[in-house]
């Protein structure tokens, strides 16, 4: 049996790990399960909020386009519920707006001002 020279702590429940390897992270498999559970959940939270974020944009950047809005000031957009830093492609040009795109809706993008809001024809 091995014993700790170092203490160490269960990643879950915070106790002390008294014997196993110098590696071990949990206390019991119990404490394993219900730390990976949680990192899962956390991590499917976290991929719910982005995929809501940018169909939230999809539709507020699709409604502009209904009303033939090609241009907007960012703190309107903004203020509309849309997250600039919520993507599908950006492209970095130096000197110049980025070409940003969310799905089939392509734009440039300055940090004051998104334009030539348009449908791609074709992806
Ligand atoms: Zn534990």
Redesign the pocket.
């Known amino acids: 049996m091995y014993i700790r020279m170092k203490k160490h702590y269960?990643l879950?429940?915070g106790?002390e790990i008294k014997y196993g390897r110098p590696d071990k992270k949990?206390?019991?498999p119990k404490?394993k399960d219900t730390y990976h559970n949680r990192i899962s959940m956390d991590k499917r939270k976290y991929i719910r909020k982005v995929n809501e974020a940018i169909m939230k944009n999809y539709r507020i950047l699709s409604s502009l386009l209904d009303e033939n809005v090609k241009s907007i000031d960012m703190i309107d957009i903004v203020n509309l519920g849309y997250i600039p830093s919520i993507l599908t492609s950006c492209t970095r040009r130096r000197g110049r707006m980025d070409d940003c795109a969310c799905f089939d809706i392509k734009f440039k993008m300055s940090p004051t001002r998104i334009h030539c809001i348009e449908k791609i024809e074709k992806l």
């Open positions: 269960c879950e429940c106790l949990y206390c019991c404490c």
